[in-house]
Nanobody, 122 residues
Framework: VQLQASGGGLVQAGGSLRVSCSAS????????MGWYRQAPGKQRELVAT???????NYADSVKGRFAISRDNAENTVTLQMNSLKPEDTAVYYC?????????????????WGRGTLVTVSS
């Protein structure tokens, strides 16, 4: 299984970035996907999730600013981040939820991708 994230970078506050994750080795179309992030000195937190059927869910801190989507034909999941704030600075990780689990804790994650750094300057 490989989850390859890309698209991080440096952006000014108020700007936008898109991070994507390409998956292989899984039955992507039936796998619930999500994005976590970890800021320096903080715990890893769940940012957004999308079910195999396309239902989305967001952390309160990003609602209305971030949008998660998936392309089952390309085995990719994307996180569009708008109106970025300095507090959005973190390493962003895509992940799958373990079969039969829900996004309750880090222990429910099936596979992790390598992170991609997003830095928002003030």
């Amino acid at each position: 299984v490989q989850l390859q994230a890309s698209g991080g970078g440096l952006v000014q506050a108020g700007g936008s970035l898109r991070v994507s994750c390409s998956a292989s080795g899984i039955f992507f179309s039936i796998t619930n996907m999500g994005w976590y992030r970890q800021a320096p000195g903080k715990q890893r937190e769940l940012v957004a999730t999308i079910t195999s059927g396309g239902t989305t869910n967001y952390a309160d801190s990003v609602k209305g600013r971030f949008a998660i989507s998936r392309d089952n034909a390309e085995n990719t999941v994307t996180l569009q981040m708008n109106s970025l704030k300095p507090e959005d600075t973190a390493v962003y990780y895509c992940a799958t939820v373990a079969f039969g689990h829900t996004w309750t804790s880090l222990l429910d994650v099936g596979y992790w991708g390598r992170g991609t750094l997003v830095t928002v300057s003030s």
